[in-house]
């Protein structure tokens, strides 16, 4: 059975989706899993995940990373997944479940043969303090993956049935990153990784970039359909219409409508050995 462990933390760093209803909260972490996972996985095949390894995996989501490492580093290895919220974590043997927030728990020194963490960093005020302190927690020679999407890059429509449905999504995009900013995600940081990593003494650094687009009524169509509804007051506020959300979810579920992701930077690196 996963174990679950909660720390004795302060509160968490702000964070846009908290206390979000737990079906769209569910919803979210599924579809983010769907669009990103062969990415992820593909790159974590690359970096010698082995059996009896130690692996931290910082902000799961649904664990379905969690998961996947853990299927390859049993039977002796084990995987923590930290995160503040780990109701969604899938359950695994080797999984061990820290409900904490990474930026205010001591992750140790020279702890993990490796360190994933996916969209985490982005949101983070403390993000190179946490960099510091995941880097600090590999093993000699274990490698740290960073995957962030590079929301300064929004030139997402690829396809809609009109103009005026393909300006919508695009106002959509640029209501949704100003929210997100004005509570401290740096739409920048996926295009900072690599020089910080190398700030933070890693090696072999290398940055590679990915990319799919989704039809409506699949992958990150869904995904924005359901991030559409989790901040919708802020949307509002944003300066969006009711009709246009409305419009918007239509056009999200419309196979007329051709949309790619924001460009993911996975930048990976590894401890000095």
């Given amino acids: 059975m996963t174990q679950q462990t909660t720390t004795d933390a302060p509160a968490p760093s702000e964070y ?22 062969p990415h992820s996985t593909a790159v974590l095949q690359g970096l010698g995940v082995a ?23 049993g039977p002796d290895g084990s995987v923590t997944a930290l995160d503040t919220d780990t109701q969604h974590v899938l359950p695994h043997p080797l999984v061990d479940v820290v409900q904490a927030d990474v930026s205010a728990t001591d992750l140790g020194t020279a702890e993990y043969d490796g360190v994933h963490a996916r969209l985490v960093l982005i949101h983070l005020p403390d993000r190179r303090e946490v960099l510091g302190d995941l880097a600090r927690a590999l093993k000699p020679g274990a490698p740290l993956v960073i995957s962030e999407w590079d929301c300064d890059y929004r030139d997402l429509v690829l396809d809609a049935p009109s103009r005026a449905d393909g300006d919508l999504i695009d106002k959509y995009v640029e209501t949704l990153i100003s929210f997100f ?3 401290g995600m740096d739409s ?45 007051g802020p949307l509002l506020a944003g300066g969006m219409t009711p009709d246009e959300l409305q419009r918007f979810r239509e056009l999200m579920h419309d196979p007329r409508v051709v949309v790619r992701d924001y460009l993911m930077h996975t930048t990976t690196g590894r401890a000095p050995r």
């Fill in 181 to 183: 900013e004005t509570i």
């Fill in 16 to 37: 846009g989706f908290r206390d979000r209803p737990e079906d769209l909260t569910a919803a979210q972490l599924r579809h983010l899993a769907d669009v990103l996972d």
């Fill in 188 to 232: 920048t940081w996926a295009s900072k990784a690599n020089r910080a990593m190398r700030e933070e003494g890693l090696e072999e650094i290398r940055t590679v970039t990915y990319a799919a687009s989704s039809a409506g009524g699949t992958g990150t169509c869904l995904l924005n359909a359901t991030v559409s509804q989790m901040v919708e």
């Fill in 51 to 73: 059996p009896g390894q130690t692996w931290l995996d910082a902000g799961p989501g649904a664990g379905t990373i969690s998961t996947w490492l853990a299927d390859r580093v």
